[in-house]
């Protein structure tokens, strides 16, 4: 029995003429800000000048939203091939996939690295936590646009969703799963954990080679990314189109279990077989 539900109050706060401030937009600035700034305190621990990531973080923004969306155009394309440039790089009405966003964020992090003669992956560690942060916060963009939600259920916090916003096939359900709320407190764990991690480590407690921090970051996301996936209504489809995945392939889980796998592999290599991963940059250890 539904105990109580909540509803997205619309995704402009703002709206003078033709200006509009969106909701998405205000929550993508403050993650861009506060994991700036959580980045740099991280940074200053392990040696790399603030400065290095303040330079970093505006080519980091700007690669990973061109990535995102580029991303989720090309597989969403039978419904933007007929569409104007407008609507292509629309990224303020939703429309944009995390796994696109780190595969250029990562290439990104490599060029400016090797542009800048910095090591890899103790930057990439102090750039994970700031990330999930940026994820958690970021996922409340899901909520005011009312879109990212999953399948139909009563639970006490079900998400109310407008008709205009629900799947064909579920036009007579009026509350679904919040699959934006379930990602964004597993991503707020996540960099919990992830400081937590950090301080031990200062504190002489745990070893962290360089680079654990990021498999450890790769295995908690898509771990969580895999079981949210599976209750969203609006996937990105290997095969078929949403919400139902023809054979139940879905993009997110597939790369997911792919970075799952990599994660795996490099805590191996780091804790068992005890040697450093390779760093794409080129700068010695």
Do not use: K
């Amino acid at each position: 029995m539904l105990l109580a539900t909540f509803t997205s109050p619309g995704p402009v706060l703002i709206q003078l003429g033709p200006f509009s401030l969106r909701w998405y937009g205000i929550l993508i600035a403050a993650a861009v800000l506060l994991g700036l700034l959580l980045a740099m305190r991280l940074g200053r621990q392990r040696g790399i000048h603030p400065d290095l990531i303040a330079d970093l973080l505006p080519l980091l923004v700007l690669g990973a939203v061109v990535g995102a969306r580029l991303y989720y155009v090309l597989l969403e394309w039978r419904q933007y091939r007929a569409a104007s440039w407008i609507d292509l790089i629309a990224v303020w009405r939703g429309g944009i996939a995390i796994h696109g966003a780190l595969i250029a964020g990562l290439l990104v992090t490599v060029l400016f690295c090797r542009w800048r003669r910095q090591r890899f992956w103790p930057l990439l560690d102090v750039l994970v936590p700031a990330v999930a942060l940026g994820q958690a916060i970021g996922r409340w963009g899901n909520f005011f646009n009312s879109e990212a939600f999953g399948l139909p259920t009563d639970l006490p916090w079900a998400l109310t969703i407008p008709a205009a916003n629900r799947p064909f096939p579920f036009l007579n359900q009026s509350t679904f799963h919040p699959t934006f709320l379930y990602e964004s407190l597993w991503n707020l764990a996540l960099c919990g954990l992830l400081l937590l991690l950090i301080r031990q480590a200062a504190r002489g407690r745990i070893t962290l080679p360089d680079g654990a921090l990021t498999c450890i970051y790769l295995i908690g996301y898509s771990g969580g990314r895999v079981w949210i996936e599976a209750l969203r209504l609006d996937p990105l489809c290997l095969i078929g189109v949403p919400p139902f995945c023809s054979g139940g392939l879905r993009m997110a889980q597939l790369i997911s279990l792919v970075l799952i796998s990599l994660g795996g592999l490099g805590l191996w290599w780091l804790c068992l077989r005890r040697r450093p991963l390779p760093d794409p940059s080129g700068v010695p250890a």
